[in-house]
C-alpha cells in the first residue's frame, strides 16, 4: 500500500491507480480477455486442423461415422446454448443498468441451460460407450473392415477430443457464473463496476461460437451422404 | 459511462435469426449439394458466429485496438489452417523421384 498515494479519481472505488478513467480500465480488461479468447482460438485451431487433415484424407469413412451421430440431439443442444448465450447476454445488459435482482435471475438461467447441455452431452457420450463407438480395444463400427475401423476410430477420438475440449469449458464457464452469481449477491457489481459480468459474458459467448463450428462439422457436413 | 447499451429488441432478434440458422443448417445438411454442402455449413456457421461476435460480444462497440487484436487473431487461425492445408492438399501433385 502506498500511502503518499493521494490520487485525484479516489472517488471510485472499483479504479485501480495504474488506470486514469473507468472507461480506461474497461477497455484494458476487454483487450486482455480478447488476448486471452485468442490464445484458445489457437488452442481450438489446432484441432480444427487436424480433424480437416483426416477428413481430407478419409472422407468416405469420416461420412459414415459422423452421420452415426444422432443430428437431433445435436441441433437441440445447440439451441439450449444459444437460449444459454441469450440469458448470459440480457446479464451482461442487467449489469450495464446496474439492476442486480435481474443479473442473477439470468446469471442462474444460464447456468440452469449450460447444465442441461452438458447433461445432454452426457447422454450422448454414453450412447456412444454402449454403441462401442469409444476408441480403443472394443471399438467397432458395423460394416466396417479392420483398416476401416482404424480410420473410423480416428473420427471418434476427435470427436472426444473436441466435444470433451469443449465440454471442460463450459465447466470452467459454469464455475466462472457460479462465482458471478456469489459476487453480485455480494453487491460487488453496479452499473459503474460491471466489468467480471461482462468478462464472464465474453467467455461464455466465445464457448458458444466454438459450439457453432463444432456442430456442423462433427454432425452435418456430411448427412447427406447416408440419404 | 460512454457505455453502448443495446436494447432487448436488438439482442431478441439476433437471438431469434441464430436459431433459424440452427434450423436452417440442420435442414439444409438433408439436402445433397455435393461439395458445396461443407461450404454452406461453415457459411452459415461464420455468420452465426459473426452475429455472437458483433451484437453478443459488443465487437460493435469495441475499441479499435481490440478489433484489430480480433482480426490479428483470426488471420493467424488462417495461416494455421491455409498454410497447413497447402502443404496437406498438393503433396502428390509433383512426383518424387526413387518413391
Same mark, same amino acid.
Given at each position: ?100 435482482? #435481474? ?72 464455475? #466462472? ?51 | ?6 436494447? $432487448? ?29 461443407? $461450404? ?18 459488443? $465487437? ?40
Amino acid at each position: 500500500m502506498q500511502a503518499n498515494d493521494a490520487h485525484a479519481h479516489a472517488e471510485s472505488p472499483a479504479l485501480r491507480v495504474q488506470f486514469d478513467t473507468e472507461a480506461q480500465q474497461k477497455d484494458a480488461s476487454t483487450l486482455g480477455m480478447w488476448l486471452f479468447l485468442i490464445t484458445e482460438v489457437m488452442f481450438f485451431g489446432g484441432m480444427f486442423l487436424v480433424y480437416t487433415v483426416y477428413r481430407n484424407a478419409y472422407p468416405g469413412i469420416f461420412a459414415l461415422a459422423s452421420s452415426s451421430l444422432n443430428v437431433y440431439i445435436g441441433a437441440a443442444n445447440t439451441v439450449v446454448l444459444l437460449c444459454s448465450s441469450f440469458t448470459m447476454v440480457l446479464a451482461v445488459r442487467a449489469a450495464q443498468l446496474g439492476q442486480r435482482k #435481474v443479473i442473477i435471475l439470468f446469471l442462474i438461467l444460464t447456468l440452469l441451460l449450460g447444465g442441461v447441455f452438458l447433461g445432454v452431452k452426457a447422454y450422448e457420450w454414453n450412447e456412444k460407450f454402449q454403441e462401442h463407438h469409444i476408441p480403443g480395444s472394443s471399438f467397432h463400427f458395423e460394416g466396417m473392415q479392420p483398416d476401416e475401423q482404424a480410420h473410423a476410430q480416428l473420427f471418434f477420438s476427435l470427436y472426444f477430443a473436441m466435444t470433451g475440449l469443449h465440454a471442460l469449458h463450459m465447466v470452467i464457464g459454469v464455475g #466462472v457464473l457460479l462465482f458471478l452469481i456469489r459476487q453480485t449477491q455480494k453487491g460487488k457489481y453496479s452499473a459503474q463496476y460491471m466489468t467480471p459480468v461482462d468478462i464472464g459474458g465474453l467467455y461464455w459467448h466465445f464457448v458458444d461460437i466454438i459450439w457453432i463450428f463444432l456442430f456442423p462439422l462433427l454432425y452435418l457436413i456430411d448427412r447427406h451422404l447416408k440419404g | 459511462m460512454s457505455e453502448h447499451i443495446d436494447s $432487448v429488441k436488438t439482442y431478441a432478434l439476433v437471438f431469434a435469426a441464430l436459431i433459424a440458422a440452427t434450423i436452417g443448417t440442420t435442414a439444409v445438411a438433408f439436402v445433397d449439394l455435393g461439395p458445396f454442402s461443407v $461450404v454452406v455449413a461453415l457459411l452459415i456457421a461464420v455468420c452465426k458466429a459473426l452475429l455472437v461476435a458483433l451484437f453478443f460480444m459488443h $465487437v460493435r462497440y469495441s475499441t479499435r485496438l481490440t478489433r484489430l487484436v480480433v482480426l490479428g487473431g483470426l488471420l493467424w487461425l488462417l495461416i494455421l489452417l491455409a498454410l497447413t492445408m497447402s502443404d496437406m492438399l498438393t503433396r502428390n501433385w509433383v512426383g518424387v523421384p526413387g518413391r
